[in-house]
């Protein structure tokens, strides 16, 4: 078929952005993908679709179209679920090339297109046709399992993996992982690892940028060269036909993960009540009549990564869930009865584990305790205060809500009004004094109260003079009218900073 006929069919709502000449190019194969550079998976006359998960910073788009245009890609179909919208520069970058751009409407999948595509071809291949008539996972396995005659699996490093009907022993799995661990780059592979007497062929699922512990893999049982060309057409169209149900996968997640980001994102920063915000979660997908557990998740400061690993790993769980963007990290929802919600510590700290030898930095998460839809704030602090304490890890670490400072949680089940009226009732006239001054002694109170009174240890901190800082100190309690030497006014100090660094990261 041709470009044109992918534009005139209204069933896919295309938008065209450039290269209205080029519409009469064949299309002879269609290619997901959402590596930055993915010409070497090319061989000519692809039409590309990617979810725009490469594109990150200034000159990724020109490198991705200089990939596509040197392997021969007749045109791009930029999906939107991501970015709302096809990037300026991806456009300039496909109209300087020549290479036709389409826009795919949020609501309409990858999916959708591939169908269309494979209706119009004189032959289609068996697996691909089978992903885009509806088939899941374990149907397409099954009968790749059936051509090849031979057990295949998709194993994801995080702990969960799919079967043609042979299960895949726990400690082969394992086995499996460390050995794609070692190598995840598809240049490596495929490489045999050696299960018992017979070898596995394992190699990667071309997906998106995700940290090598977020990806999928295939493994086959048996010599990856056997039967020659045969068994080779039917892993490229088994390859093919599980990338397209990852972009699949991750369209969805993305989509749901955008609705529930906006709910969470109310909760913290608004003053909306818990029927909004319940109301903002019913199209999650999770079940509202069970109660939840909020899950906060870090990866230094990429939160694409930290994303597309918490989703795997909130996969690999068996409990329902939807994983959001929060900042610079993640932020996920698990909703089951209350006795399926008490093993996730156990189930998310084996997970995480698994995956510390594939992450570029560790993974740390907070997990919160059992609540209600409406407790929903309470749970969302309580998370956010295990992650802080799991961050001062340097390795991969998961923190309870169950073991947080008690004040912490108390912290977490103050109403909104009663906090903020609080932290500005005890700190108020300190900021209102810095602010027109341009003092520190908000900064110096806390160093104060961080080193328990200790006058050289807080100086040394500060760089400045002991006598500088009973300065500040005196000029705090003067201001303030209260006195630090007595506890219960280092308590109130100490609580009401709490809330106002808090206040900060929200």
Known sequence: MLLGDLLSDP????????????????VRGLYITDLLDPGRYLHGGELVLTGMMWHNRPGDAERFVAALTEAGAVGLVA????????????????????LP?????????????????????????ELVGRVAAGADLGEVLSAAADELGAACWVVSPAGWSASSGTELADQDRRALVRSFLEAPDPADMPRTVALGEQPVAVWPVESGTEPPAARWFIALRGEHSARGAQRDTVTADLATAVALLRARTDQA??????????????????????????ARLENSGLSLEDPLRV?????????????????????????????????????????????????????????????????????????????????????LQEAGYARGIAGKSPHAAVVSGAQLASHQVLLAAVPDDLRASYRDRVLSELTDYDRAHRSELVLTLRSYLEHAGSWSRCAEQLHVHVNTLRYRVRRIEEITGRDLSEISTRVDFWLALELSEENRAL
Do not use: W, Y
């Open 11 to 26: 069933d896919l709502g295309l938008v065209l952005l450039t290269g209205r000449r080029h519409l009469d190019r064949p």
């Open 101 to 125: 751009v389409f826009q795919l409407p949020v609501e309409v999948s990858f999916n959708a297109v591939t169908e269309r595509v494979l209706r119009a071809a004189p032959t289609r291949r």
């Open 295 to 379: 899950v906060a998740a870090s990866m230094g400061a990429d939160a694409d990564r930290a994303v597309a690993l918490m989703r795997e790993i909130a996969a690999s769980t068996g409990i329902p869930s939807v994983v959001a963007c929060a900042g610079r990290g993640a932020r996920a929802l698990f909703s089951a009865p209350a006795e399926r919600l008490s093993e996730l510590d156990g189930l998310l700290r084996r997970a995480v584990a698994e995956t510390e030898r594939g992450a570029p930095e560790p993974l740390r998460v907070g997990i919160s305790g059992t609540s209600a839809a409406t407790g929903l704030r309470g749970a």
């Open 79 to 98: 999906g939107t679920a991501r970015l709302g919208r096809t990037p300026d520069d991806v456009v300039r970058e496909c109209e300087k090339a020549g």
């Open 253 to 278: 997640r993305e989509i749901a993960g955008r609705s529930v980001e906006i709910a969470l994102d109310r909760a913290l920063r608004t003053s909306a009540g818990p029927q909004e915000i319940v």
